[in-house]
């Protein structure tokens, strides 16, 4: 078992930057590839970003390739999302997740523990 807890999200002008937080608690926090999701009214839920267990490896949306990092710090039990160049459009609820096996997914059914989500709002 492992909670998640999102922090950092907030009111930002569009070309922004924004670095959302999420802390880990629970079972080994190293164990636990971790994913990036966000959701837009009316919208179904997207993958963001994901990251291995150790942080070796990551994988991103096309939409943020080059904007948007996502980062661990496993000695603070914690997944960091940098997002820079923000636009409008990526208005939305964005919530980290764990996944319990090896590889990292990008679909959010095959991950196992989520957060409560931080509203992040770029207004144009």
């Known amino acids: 078992q492992v909670q998640l807890v999102e922090s950092g999200g907030g009111l930002v002008q569009a070309g922004g930057s924004l670095r959302l937080s999420c802390a880990a608690s629970?079972?080994?926090?190293?164990?636990?590839?971790m994913g990036w999701f966000r959701q837009a009214p009316g919208k179904e839920r997207e993958f963001v970003a994901a990251?291995?267990?150790?942080?070796?490896?990551?994988y991103y949306a096309d939409s943020v390739k080059g904007r948007f990092t996502i980062s661990r710090d496993n000695a603070k039990n914690t997944v960091y999302l940098q997002m820079n160049s923000l636009k409008p459009e990526e208005t939305a609820i964005y919530s980290c997740?764990?996944?319990?096996?090896?590889?990292?997914?990008?679909?959010?059914?095959?991950?196992?523990?989520w957060g409560q989500g931080t509203q992040v709002t770029v207004s144009s």
């Open positions: 997740a764990a996944y319990s096996g090896i590889y990292v997914p990008r679909t959010a059914g095959e991950y196992d523990y």
């Open positions: 990251i291995s267990r150790k942080g070796g490896n990551t």
């Open positions: 629970g079972r080994a926090f190293n164990t636990y590839p």
